[in-house]
């Protein structure tokens, strides 16, 4: 039996915008949040908010080198990637750190996030990227089994920031 084609969706990306869709990012994160560790136990509003704050600053400030953006299917916005570049990190290149690739509930499995990767690996490259780095939760068995399948490797142990994995591009 042949495997099912994925569909490619019309999918754009666009820079958050701050100050409109601050309250839609909070919820993307917490949403994120639970879908990583199942519960909202840990979860802190004021970290949330201090991280986008951060995040907001060096977007504005050093837009070469960090992105948050915005899935946009039609007209609606269904998820939210975040992500930065260190220019010649360690003597080995360009690399880059995703902080985050959100895909919304009801547009999970479709092949959103498969696209959303390709995304990311094409600005990477376009960036001169040559190495990727990411954080999961270890108790994200569909996140590991994803990066996985894509090439991703494991590095280290996990720690307080989930499990690092890299992938050479």
Same mark, same amino acid.
């Given at each position: 039996m042949d495997s099912p084609k994925l569909v490619m969706l019309?999918?754009?990306y666009k820079p958050v915008d701050f100050e409109e869709d601050r309250d839609l990012c909070f919820h993307f994160r917490e949403d994120a949040w639970l879908a990583s560790f199942g519960n909202l136990d840990r979860y802190s509003d004021r970290d949330t908010r201090e991280w986008f704050d951060f995040l907001t600053d060096k977007c504005r400030f050093d837009a070469r080198h960090y992105f948050m953006e915005h899935i946009w299917l039609d007209q609606k916005i269904i998820g939210q990637l975040?992500? /930065?570049v260190?220019?010649?990190r360690n003597g080995f290149g360009n690399q880059a750190h995703i902080n985050l690739i959100y895909i919304?509930?009801?547009?999970? /499995?479709?092949?959103?996030g498969l696209q959303a990767h390709q995304y990311l690996i094409t600005r990477f490259k376009e960036l001169g990227c040559n190495v990727v780095h990411l954080h999961y939760i270890p108790q994200n068995k569909p996140a590991e089994a994803f990066y996985i399948k894509h090439g991703w490797?494991?590095?280290g142990s996990p720690n307080k920031k989930g499990q690092m994995m890299e992938l050479k591009i």
């Open positions: 019309n999918l754009t975040e992500y /930065q260190h220019p010649h919304g509930q009801g547009f999970r /499995q479709q092949g959103i490797k494991k590095l």
